[in-house]
């Protein structure tokens, strides 16, 4: 069943939750509309356990043209910028920590903003069409959505100052040797790609790998005492859930694992009151 947001649609199968940016006619740019859809979304998936993994693409010839022009020309004073970034910290950052495996399908250009939104995915198909845009300097703006964190921790530093400083463009097969893409499959070949990919992801251990995730943007910034730390606390939850206890029986029985089918199984407890005030 598809589900229509301002500027955005969503659909569920199975264990996946597909995002589609929809705003054909103004290239996918990141209105106010899409970030505030895209805020409420992640918001639900936080608490809705059944969505194991997300494939996020977009509708249309480009995946996202970065800022929406039309607001950049009415509303760049101090307090309007302030208040937008006030927003997008409620949304980016909880979207490339969303302790769910989230993979990202993009044909057509990621400009800007864009391509940051599409770093924010753990995995990236790109489309023959697919190109990235850095266009920050072009514009005369501070490289945003989360780009700074993001292409840096994947390309490292110099390669991240070639590409922004120049206003650098990569295509498809750039992209993916530069590590930032899993692969280059034909234009119509993205969603089924990304699909599978997303469904390959949901059927293994999804919120341990969500748990990894989140443990692996601190590596950057941790030193190796506290990632050691971070790995001991992470390996208590992992190993205590029945995913873990799932592949653990699995392996000694010889047999496959169905971490999907052994969350399903399992009661659910988020330790909050129910409606009559039980937990």
Same mark, same amino acid.
């Given at each position: 069943m598809i589900k229509s947001w301002p500027h955005v649609e969503t659909e569920r199968r199975g264990a996946v939750l597909i995002i589609r940016l929809n705003n054909e006619k103004a290239r996918n740019s990141l209105t106010r509309e899409m970030r505030f859809s895209l805020r409420d979304i992640v918001r639900e998936i936080e608490d809705d356990h059944t969505v194991r993994a997300v494939y996020l693409t977009a509708k249309g010839k480009t995946f996202c043209s970065g800022g929406d022009l039309r607001m950049l020309t009415e509303a760049s004073e101090p307090w309007p910028v302030h208040r937008r970034f006030q927003h997008a910290a409620k949304l980016f950052p909880p979207l490339l920590q969303l302790n769910?495996?989230?993979?990202?399908?993009?044909?057509?250009?990621?400009?800007?903003?864009?391509?940051?939104?599409?770093?924010?995915?753990?995995?990236?198909?790109?489309?023959?069409?697919a190109k990235f845009g850095a266009g920050f300097f072009r514009l005369g703006a501070v490289p945003d959505c989360l780009t700074l964190y993001t292409l840096p921790r994947t390309i490292g530093l110099a390669r991240t100052r070639n590409f922004i400083f *120049?206003?650098? *463009?990569?295509?498809?097969?750039?992209?993916v040797d530069n590590g930032l893409a899993l692969k280059v499959v034909?234009?119509?070949?993205?969603?089924?790609?990304?699909?599978?990919?997303?469904?390959?992801?949901?059927?293994?251990p999804a919120e341990v790998m969500g748990l990894a995730k989140q443990l692996l943007l601190k590596s950057f910034?941790?030193?190796?005492?506290?990632?050691?730390?971070?790995?001991?606390f992470g390996q208590v939850l992992a190993m205590s859930s029945v995913e873990f206890q799932e592949g653990l029986q699995a392996l000694m029985e010889k047999r496959p694992s169905d971490p999907m089918g052994a969350a399903a199984a399992a009661p659910?407890?988020?330790?909050?009151?129910?409606a009559d005030g039980e937990k």
């Open positions: 769910r495996p989230v993979v990202c399908g993009v044909r057509g250009m990621a400009i800007g903003g864009g391509m940051g939104l599409a770093l924010m995915a753990d995995l990236i198909v790109v489309g023959e069409s *120049t206003n650098g *463009t990569w295509n498809a097969d750039e992209i034909p234009d119509d070949d993205v969603d089924a790609e990304g699909m599978a990919l997303a469904e390959q992801l949901a059927a293994g910034e941790s030193s190796v005492d506290e990632l050691m730390a971070y790995e001991g659910f407890n988020d330790g909050l009151p129910s």
